[in-house]
């Protein structure tokens, strides 16, 4: 039995003072990320969707009301898709102060995720989160496309376990703002297309902008 999940990064988050939002609440999409919501959601429309999942947080569940809105679908919150842990640490603070408070640990972050003594939860424990929670979905919805609203280090993450690559390449290619990456599972798991908004969607102007 095949099955289909689309992982979908949520929409830019109006974010002017450039925090760490982790989980923090508030943090809702900007202009921008409205504009790149609406894109997956056509991009989804032909797509026979059963399902819409979104993580708890703010970010998420509001581009997935979006996504589902074709299919006149409700999103589902799933609490096992959330952000990695480790931005917790570090929420609230200007992501250019994280040196000063934590020094070192952005760096070891960018230049060897593999290996971070001070997460709370390790980047193989969220690809192993993350990819249960797929493989769970697949079970749940045999041979049927659902979708997953979740943020980009969970779903890259997923992404390299689940394909069997390395998580070292947690930093390769990551997913942009609702980009669409698509995975099958027949015996084992495929990505089988990846699709992100194009600059004419991001940079767009509409009436509210004037």
């Not at 039995?1 to 508030?26: F, I, K, Q, T």
Request: hydrophobic share 45%; charged share 20%.
């Amino acid at each position: 039995m095949v099955s289909v999940v689309h992982l979908v990064r949520h929409g830019e988050v109006e974010n002017p003072d450039e925090l760490v939002y982790a989980d923090l609440a508030g943090f809702g999409l900007s202009e921008v990320g409205r504009r790149q919501a609406t894109w997956a959601s056509t991009h989804l429309s032909a797509h026979p969707i059963g399902a819409v999942y979104a993580s708890p947080l703010d970010r998420a569940r509001e581009t997935a009301l979006v996504v589902a809105f074709p299919h006149g679908l409700q999103p589902l919150v799933l609490p096992e898709v959330t952000e990695w842990a480790l931005m917790s640490r570090w929420a609230g603070l200007p992501w250019a102060d994280l040196p000063i408070h934590f020094p070192g640990e952005l760096a070891a972050y960018l230049n060897d995720p593999l290996n971070l003594d001070f997460a709370p939860e390790s980047v193989t424990e969220l690809a192993h989160r993350i990819g249960r929670a797929v493989d769970a979905l697949a079970d749940r919805h045999p041979e049927q496309e659902v979708v997953v609203v979740s943020h980009q280090d969970p779903i890259q993450a997923a992404r390299l376990q689940l394909t069997g690559q390395d998580l070292g390449r947690l930093h390769h290619d990551k997913p942009r703002h609702c980009e669409v990456i698509s995975l099958s599972r027949s015996a084992v798991w495929h990505q089988i297309s990846r699709a992100a908004p194009t600059e004419a969607v991001t940079t767009a102007r509409t009436t509210t902008d004037l």
